[in-house]
């Protein structure tokens, strides 16, 4: 059954008030029962199918607009709790992998993985940088565990890095993954890679791909994810992030279910920003 615009928006002004002053930093503490269910909610909401028209009108819409900042917030502070949550379950786990495996979202990074080795050519041996990489670096761990390569995870936070590393270690995997308190100022890396991934809630997007853009060779191939249609692409705000001029358009992986993220590969195309 395909929603409304009635319904929709019924859903996301029931959901505001729980949500409209909280940061990202609040939903990744320890969530209280209210904010959990809000994120459940606006899970189930992306995922449902609405007619096109049903979707402009949301688009349209000046009042739902105003939610947005606060949905995103939600989704994305509420998305690196879990990822720390996990971490920690994975440490304390007497068979890690397969605590890894039970992670709700580790399928997608299998087929996210796969997407990316098409997308950008990837073959046994090569480096992969993974900017953004968090507390739960899924990305390099599916990649170089199952495709043979080797990774370096890029990542500000100190806590993060202190986490993912000791998560690294648990997996066996410190002698192909290594984790570097670094972020995009810190590019480029005295090591050649094949591909740098940006995470999805690495930011601000606009000033990563710009400095990128001045510090890595022409042709140097990168990968982000984004989400393209349906309403999952209004509930993400950074789905409307526009290229800089640095770059060209390389290939575009379409998803199949359960993921919903396209995964779009783009080359540097002179070496610096056009003026």
Same mark, same amino acid.
């Given at each position: 059954m395909k929603m409304t615009f009635e319904e929709i928006r019924a859903e996301l002004l029931g959901i505001y008030p729980v949500i409209r002053d909280l940061d990202e930093t609040g939903a990744m503490l320890?969530?209280?029962?209210? %904010? /959990? @269910?809000?994120?459940?909610? =606006?899970?189930? =909401?992306?995922?449902?199918?609405?007619?096109?028209?049903? %979707? /402009? @009108?949301?688009?349209?819409?000046? /009042? =739902? @607009?105003? =939610? %947005?900042?606060?949905?995103s917030r939600l989704r994305n502070g509420y998305g690196l709790y879990l990822e720390i949550k996990q971490a920690h379950t994975v440490l304390a786990a007497s068979d890690p992998w397969k605590t890894l495996r039970e992670f709700p979202f580790y399928r997608n990074y299998i087929q996210l993985a796969e997407m990316e080795v098409s997308g950008a050519n990837l073959k046994k041996g090569n480096t992969i940088v993974f900017l953004g990489s968090g507390p739960l670096p899924l990305s390099l761990v599916v990649l170089c565990s199952q495709y043979k390569m080797t990774g370096i995870g890029l990542e500000q936070d100190a806590s993060l890095v202190d986490l993912s590393r000791k998560l690294i270690d648990q997996l066996g995997l410190s002698g192909q993954i290594s984790i570097k308190k670094w972020n995009h100022f810190s590019l480029p890396l005295k090591e050649q890679c094949q591909l740098l991934m940006i995470a999805a809630m690495a930011r601000p997007k606009e000033e990563i791909f710009r400095q990128v853009s001045r510090c890595l060779p022409t042709g140097s191939l990168l990968s982000y994810r984004t989400y393209e249609k349906g309403l999952r692409r209004l509930l993400d705000q950074d789905s409307n992030f526009k290229l800089p001029s640095g770059f060209t358009q390389y290939r575009s992986v379409q998803p199949q279910p359960p993921v919903n993220n396209s995964v779009m590969i783009v080359k540097t195309k002179n070496g610096k920003l056009s003026r």
């Open positions: 320890e969530p209280d029962p209210t %904010l /959990e @269910k809000a994120f459940y909610k =606006l899970d189930r =909401l992306a995922a449902m199918d609405i007619q096109q028209n049903e %979707l /402009e @009108k949301i688009y349209a819409s000046s /009042e =739902l @607009k105003k =939610l %947005l900042p606060a949905v």
